[in-house]
């Protein structure tokens, strides 16, 4: 089961624990042009919150979908602007 988005990049930061995932997510976004799609595999399953809690409070980005898959946390993050 997999998000149908035109994915810009993957960032795999499985084996990281909380803040790292959303840290490596916000810079991973940095670097994107306006309305790319980041996919972020975490294996922290912290990272479901704590990235849907970023993204709701920052702005310029957006939270398309999280997934479960398996051991694996599947997050489908856009920049916006």
Not at 22 to 50: N, P, Q, R
């Amino acid at each position: 089961m997999s998000a149908e988005y035109d994915i810009a990049e993957t960032l795999d930061v499985k084996g990281a624990s909380c803040p790292m995932p959303v840290v490596k997510t916000k810079s991973a976004i940095d670097d994107l042009a306006a309305e790319a799609v980041l996919e972020v595999l975490a294996t922290d399953s912290g990272s479901m919150s704590d990235i849907d809690g970023w993204a709701d409070g920052t702005a310029g980005v957006e939270l398309l979908a999280q997934e479960e898959d398996g051991d694996v946390y599947r997050h489908y993050v856009r920049k916006t602007e």
